[in-house]
């Protein structure tokens, strides 16, 4: 049985999809104006994590993700930019989906867009207003804007448990009053186009729809009007997700979203990351200097509901844990390569470890005590590999290998090939922290080559100390076969 921390019940509480074995889920996607932050980044992790353990579990995911590609700040970019609005959404389209494939995050099976959706939107504010729950009033420039009407549907608040006077108050503070509007905390479904603006036909005149109802409205389209999980940042629960839950269950006799996820802030000293803020650092702002399964990693150290302190400090961790984990696959992979061990045979403390993760992902999708089975997974290979000729020994590596193989494949981790992997972040770790054309890189060249002389003049007490030096510089030195090759020195995970 799943249990899940469910926005709409304000707790956590056991998980029944509407149709056995099966379930729907949408997740609210990124408007499509510039490059996604790491905030972003978590929001799209945690709810690929969720799809592929909900898979692991058993059950088969129809999942939805938007794109909001007509919009305020769209047209206000492509304004600036002297360019169309698709050509600046078709971009920024084509980036997400790079940062979210270098991130490892599976595509949705749709990804419905606003602009291609407009015949179901205007055909659910109609119905909304039919029912008397929306009005329309004269735009600013001709036709006329749609509004929802709060005081008209007595349950709204239900996700945000604000109750009206609140979001009065609210609405107030946040912009000018307007007096076309019934009750100030009332919100567009429908606006009225402005000269200059991409704008669609309908009942009320040329126009766009407000943002909230583009959701509603795809959302009905790809899953039905009633399904089993929506998600989001916290940031959308007011008023985003309240207005799609109230506009949703105004335009159908149905349940909407039956169960509401909502993952924490990534956050910089304490105060959440966002664009609004300037305290921001792009995905890509971030791969240029760490690897995306580093990232990916650091992502799945919290429980998705908490707050995620974002720092290069937290991310050094994730690469050393990440590295180390990966190299010890490597050396497995290597030791079962030479054994010839045709089948897994079961290795009953692995298999304890698994059903322990597992058990995990159930509990409302519980990644940092996977992330805690993972490193006593690796605590059973040490004695193991040890003695790596013992039959019993190969037989619990090889288990303890799959084991963590699929748990990797959950949580998004460890792939294409451990050996791969370890060899890109070290890589990885060697660009940024003794970057090309440096004096760090130089000085590390410089004494490598000192050593190397030593060594060839067997003058073996000096190339020790030149060890020595490097090692406190922050480098570590392997002498193989090939030459000595040398790399960051990152530390015990």
Known sequence: MI????????????FEPLVPGQIGMYVCGVTVYDYCHVGHARVYVVFDVILRALQRLGYRVRYVRNFTDVDDKIIARAQKNGESCEALTERFIAAFHEDMDRLGC????????????????????????DRGHAYAVAGEFGGQDVYFSVDAFPAYGALSGRSQSDNQAGASERVAEDPRKRN?????????????????DSPWGAGRPGWHIECSAMSCKHLGPAFDLHGGGKDLVFPHHENELAQSK???????????????????????MSKSLGNFFTIRDVLARFHPQVLRYYLLTAHYTQPLNFSDKALEEATRRVLYVSERLAQAEEILSRSGLMECPPCAPAQALLDEALDALADDFNTPKVLAVLAELMTLLTPAMAK?????????IARVHEVVQQLGHVLGLFWPSPAGLAAEIVESARTRLFPPESEQLAWVERLVAERTAARTGKDFSRADELRQELLRGGVEIRDTRDGTVWRPSLGEA
């Open 106 to 129: 599976q595509r949705p099976d749709e990804e419905p867009r606003v602009t291609t959706h407009m015949a179901e939107i205007v055909s659910m504010v109609q119905t909304i207003i």
């Open 184 to 200: 100030q905390a009332d919100f567009a479904l429908w606006k009225s186009a402005k000269p200059g603006e991409p704008a669609w």
């Open 3 to 14: 249990r899940l921390t469910n926005t709409l019940a304000r707790q956590k509480q056991p």
């Open 388 to 396: 790596p000729k013992v039959s019993e020994n190969v037989a619990t």
């Open 250 to 272: 105004a335009a159908n006799d149905a349940e909407f979203a039956r169960y509401w996820l909502h993952n924490g802030f990534v956050t910089i000293d304490s105060e959440k």
